[in-house]
T-cell receptor
């Protein structure tokens, strides 16, 4: 139980294009989903917290117009990297907290490797 | 504010030897502490967590950790390392406040020598 999927697992795009990453909770409903970014050999940095049906809360320094987050249902959140540039290349990981559970109970997706050329 | 410090970015042990990965935390609220493991190009898997109650916490794959408030530590141990334990390990603390976000340490890469 408590499986989170991400799609795609890898994506290569050209500079200036937009990329959408999906995060799905497969066997539970998630009122809260989190998006992290991980640089090579570094820790996870929280980008934003999204609650179903409301606007995402972005961490300081994260551009909300560049990293668009939508949490339209209890099982799906999307991260869109708009006008991607090479510096946006990174490993993006989402996590989800079960509805009715504790916010710190997070189940992580397998991650999406984004490469911008 | 909450923070996590993992001592040693890289730990190498022989197969069968004791594994000890160190984590110290600071927290302005009662700490909820976590250890996660990450295999290459994968997401994080929860090994164990401490919220309240017993300070010695047992997790999956034979790992355990002990919460020591006086030392603000939550070190991860395993009596006998297996080759399959080679991975990156992250300690995390709950961020105070209603969101309950996690703050991660920088990670410790564990290598296991045959």
């Amino acid at each position: 139980g408590a499986v989170v999927s991400q799609h795609p697992s890898r994506v290569i795009c050209k500079s200036g294009t937009s990329v959408k990453i999906e995060c799905r909770s497969l066997d539970f409903q998630a009122t809260t989903m989190f998006w992290y970014r991980q640089f090579p050999k570094q820790s996870l940095m929280l980008m934003a917290t999204s609650n179903e049906g409301s606007k995402a809360t972005y961490e300081q320094g994260v551009e909300k117009d560049k990293f668009l987050i939508n949490h339209a249902s209890l099982t799906l959140s999307t991260l869109t990297v708009t006008s991607a540039h090479p510096e946006d290349s990174s490993f993006y990981i989402c996590s989800a907290s079960p509805a009715g559970g504790l916010a710190y109970e997070q189940y992580f997706g397998p991650g999406t490797r984004l490469t911008v050329t | 504010a909450q923070s996590v410090t993992q001592l040693g970015s890289h730990v190498s042990v022989s197969e069968g030897a004791l594994v000890l990965l160190r984590c110290n935390y600071s927290s302005s609220v009662p700490p909820y502490l976590f250890w996660y493991v990450q295999y290459p190009n994968q997401g994080l898997q929860l090994l164990l967590k401490y919220t309240t109650g017993a300070t010695l916490v047992k997790g999956i794959n034979g790992f355990e950790a002990e919460f020591k408030k006086s030392e603000t530590s939550f070190h991860l141990t395993k009596p006998s390392a297996h080759m399959s334990d080679a991975a990156e390990y992250f300690c995390a603390v709950r961020r105070g406040g209603s969101q309950g976000n996690l703050i991660f340490g920088k990670g410790t890469k564990l290598s296991v020598k045959p």
